[in-house]
Structures are given as C-alpha cells and as structure tokens.
C-alpha cells in the first residue's frame, strides 16, 4: 500500500528537467516583476546624483512605453522562430539594458538604456508564460499557479525593501547590477535543461503591423501618462496623440486581415473564452496597479504607517492573493472545471474595493486590512486563471501571441487604472485642500497631491489634518471608480464557457501511472 502511495506521488511530480526549467522561469519572472519597484525606490538618489529631475517621470515611461510596445512582437517571434530562442534573446537584451543603466553617466543616457531595458523585457513575461504552456497541459497547469502568484506577491513585497537595501548600502547602480547574476543563472539553465522544437518560418516579421501597433501603444500609454500631468486632458497635445494612437490602432486592425503573418491573428478573438479573458485581464491590471498604488499612500498619509515598509502594508491583499490562487489552482487541476473563479473573483473584486472607498480618517488598519483582503481574494481567483483559460482557447501555433496579447491587455489596463484613478484622486485632493485649507491648501497640492512623509510632517496641524481628509477623499473616490469598473469584469465572466481544460487530470481508479503519463503530451523535447 506504501509503495502504490509513492508511485503515485512520483508520478505526479514533474521530471526533475522540468522542474529546474521552472525554477529558471520563476527566477525571470522576478526580474520582470521586481525592476520597477527596486529603481522606483532608488529614483530620489539617482536625481541626485545625476540631476535631471525634470525628465525623471521618463526614467519609468521609457521602461514602460518599450516594454508594452516589445511585448506582442516578442510573442509572434517565439511562434514563427522557436520559443527557447527568442526568451534566451530577451533576456540578454534585458541584461545589457540592465548593465547599461548602471553606468550611465547623465539622465539622457539612463532614459535611453532603460528603453533597451524595457525592449527586453517585454519577453519576459511573455516567455514565461508561453513555454510554461507549452511544457506543461492546461489540465496540469494550475498546480503550479501558487508558484507564479508568490513570485509575484514576494516582488511587491520585498521590491521596496531590496531597493532601498541596495541603495543604502551599495549604491543606487547596483538596482541594475543587481539582475546580471540572477539573469545569468536563469539563461545558464534554460539552456541546458531546456529542448524545445526548432521552428524554421519562410514567412517575414509583419514589419507593418509591428509599426502600427508600436505607434498605436505608444500613444496610448503617453496620454494615460502625461494626461492630466504632464498636459491638460484638453490640451492639443494629449488631442494629438489620442488622434494617432486611434488611427494606427484602426489601421493595425485592418492590416491584421492582410498580412501574411500578422503579429496579432485575429482569429484568435473568435474565441469567445479568450474576448473575455482579455477583458477580465484588463480589468485586472486596472484595479491591481491602482491599488498597490494608493493603499500605501493611504496607509502613511492616513494612518500614519512607516514608508519603509510600505511593501508589507500591502501583505493582506498579496497573502490573500497568494492562498486562493494556490487553491484555485489545485481545484482547477483536480477537477477541470474553473468557471467558478472568475465568477468569484470578480464578486470579490467588487466588493472588496467597494469596501476600500469607504475608508475615512478614523479607519483602523485592522479593518483596512480585511478590505485589502477582500480585494486579493478576488485578484488570487482571476490573476492566472485568465492566462490559463486564454491558453487553453487557442491552438498550440498561436501559444506565443495569445500570452503576449494576454499580457498586453493586463498592461495597458494597468497604464489605464494608474492614470485614470490617479487623475481622479489629485484633483479630489486638491479641491478638499482648497474648501479645507483655503489658498494654503492650494499651495501645499499645486505641484502635487503626493507628498512624502518629511514634507507632511513639516505642515501645521491644521493643515496636516485638511491633507489627510484629502487623500481619504481621493481614495474614496479611486476606488469607487475601481468597483465600477470591476462590474465589467464580472459581467464578462458571467459569459465565460466552460471548455474542458486540455490535457490529462488526476491518475483515474484502476488506471496504472504509467497509462496515465502515456495519455499526457510529451513535457520536453528529447535532445
């Protein structure tokens, strides 16, 4: 009975190659993830050393704009060319960006090597995601949803933290370095452990398409970026821009029915699971990145709560995240069925920022942090499933642009939620500064809603407390906005088809490991 028991549990464990190519994948997924958060906590010293504090927002935009932009096309080339390759390819690039930046010399040349950065990290994400799903069946593919969900909860925890490790004690260039051994380890066992088939394609890259689609994105990502910021939502530039990005986006659409290789098929929206997984994604992104940004600002504004912890001020939503992506997982894997998730998790989601925008100045981080809770439960039962069910919608020729397009959607619904929720929470706080504080309250906000703790702790009480009911108000009112929106991701999910997930579940009673293997697809490509 004990060896039939540890059949069974051998049976269920991956081969050893693939389990060291995962740990390579979760180690790639941490560079992707962690970047952002160590150099955003490392950006007061950069400015200082190298000045430039005008351009600084362009030190993230550049980063961003190249990686949302990269994301797609890196999808398509790991189609058409071999995964293994263009993911290796991505990595370097994102490595020499990463070495780059820390040499430089003056803000121009960071800005530009974190382009590079950005250029390759776009395949990060999107290898991951793709060779995960080709190396392992849908069916299976939820066990290993708790793995991806803490490499994503421990990056928004310890970002902060290793950042502003890093920058104390080795210096600010050493955000960048940082990434150099971790990359190389991760690239050393991709390629040994990794065999995956070689693709040869006649077909050439949709240069076109890839134009289109570059311009259509980075006109996006500009307006969420500098509207209401950098220029008036009204003014002729964000006008401007808003006119390109529609234009090329309508002109990308029609080249896709064109091209010979187009860079995004559209047949793959034919798909109805995979319409909505994109719009949940979406959503997703919008409500995640607007909450890991206000929750802290709330919190020290608020409640007074140290900035150097902010990553573990949002532990409550990334534990709860965590736990019910693992659980949902496994169910997903035992039993195939995963309709229940994204039904859950978009109620969750609702109601969870709901709660949120009722928190006031007497809210106690106990209750916050049963509301943040709330949020991450719904954010555990949507963040992988939609990737899973996306995947599982198309054919295995086109695994590479549907994660890229997935990944996509989640990002442009993070520059949306950021800029949207952001726009709407400065201007809530400035108009409570001004009934609040009078022309002192206008003059503390004019240059931003934001301030930092040693700047609030300068302001008389007065108007310390006039600031602290004005970012009470503004989050009230981001995250209400937030709860709307997230009753799109809801009503999507209400029309989600339950599709048998492919690939082999749990060993059947009588059905020896052996058969139950046999009927999975092979999980590495024989060298």
């Known amino acids: 009975m004990a060896d039939t028991k540890t059949v069974e549990t051998e049976a269920e464990k991956p081969p050893r190659s693939v389990r060291v190519v995962l740990l390579a994948l979760m180690i790639t997924m941490m560079l992707a993830m962690l970047d952002n958060m160590i150099v955003g906590t490392a950006m007061p010293t950069i400015v200082g050393e190298l000045g430039g504090l005008e351009h600084l927002s362009w030190v993230v935009t550049a980063y961003t704009l190249a990686t949302a932009a990269s994301t797609p096309i890196w999808g398509k080339i790991g189609d058409m060319y071999g995964r293994k390759g263009a993911f290796m390819t991505s990595i370097v690039i994102f490595l020499i960006g990463s070495a780059l930046s820390g040499m430089a010399q003056n803000m121009g040349e960071l800005i530009g090597f974190r382009a590079i950065q950005g250029l390759g990290a776009g395949g990060l994400m999107v290898g991951v995601m793709a060779i995960i799903g080709d ?3 849908p069916r299976e593919r939820g066990k290993y949803q708790g793995m991806m969900a803490g490499v994503m909860a ?12 890093i920058t104390d004690n080795w210096g600010w260039r050493w955000s960048f370095y940082i990434n150099l051994p971790l990359g190389v380890v991760s690239l050393a066992l991709i390629s040994a452990v990794l065999h995956l088939p070689r693709k040869r394609s006649e077909s050439r890259i949709d240069y076109l398409g890839a134009t289109l689609l570059t311009v259509g994105i980075t006109s996006i990502v500009l307006v969420t970026t500098w509207g209401g910021s950098e220029y008036a939502w009204s003014s002729a530039r964000i006008m401007e821009l808003i006119g390109i990005g529609v234009a090329s ?4 659409v029609f080249w896709q029915t064109r091209a010979a290789e187009p860079i995004v098929p559209l047949h793959i929206f034919r798909s109805r699971n995979f319409t909505l997984m994109s719009i949940i994604g979406f959503v997703t992104g919008f409500v995640m990145f607007g909450a890991t940004l206000f929750l802290p600002l709330y919190q020290q504004s608020v409640q007074g709560a140290s900035a150097t912890n902010s990553g573990l ?6 534990g709860a995240m965590l736990v019910t992506s693992m659980v949902a997982g496994r169910v997903t894997t035992n039993s195939g069925k995963y309709k229940i998730f994204p039904l859950v998790g978009s ?10 925008s ?15 809770a709330v949020v991450g439960l719904g954010m555990g039962c949507l963040m992988q499933i939609t990737m899973l069910v996306a995947q599982n919608s198309v054919e295995m020729k086109d695994m590479g642009v549907a994660s890229s397009s997935t990944t996509l959607f989640r990002t442009l619904g993070s520059s949306f939620g950021v800029a949207i929720m952001g726009a709407l929470f400065n201007n809530r706080v400035q108009d409570v500064m ?9 003059k503390i906000t004019e240059q931003s809603a934001q301030l930092d703790a040693a700047s609030l702790a300068k302001l008389p009480v007065a108007a310390r407390e006039a600031y602290q009911h004005a970012v009470s108000s503004g989050t009230h009112s981001a995250f209400l906005l937030g709860a709307v929106v997230a009753v799109t991701a809801l009503v999507a999910a209400v029309f989600v088809k339950e599709v048998p997930l492919k690939g082999a579940g749990p060993q059947k009673d009588g059905e020896s490991p052996e058969d139950a293997a046999a009927t999975q697809p ?3 490509e024989a060298v």
């Open 135 to 137: 190396l392992i069946p």
């Open 154 to 165: 421990l990056a928004m925890i310890g970002g902060p933290l290793v950042g502003g490790t």
């Open 249 to 252: 986006l309508i002109g990308f």
């Open 313 to 318: 001020l949002l532990l409550p939503m990334l």
């Open 347 to 356: 109620v969750a989601m609702v109601i969870g920022l709901y709660l949120l």
């Open 358 to 372: 009722t928190m006031d100045t007497g809210t106690s981080r106990l209750t916050s942090g049963v509301f943040m």
């Open 434 to 442: 001004s009934e609040r504080a009078g022309v002192l309250g206008s």
């Open 522 to 524: 092979p999980l590495v």
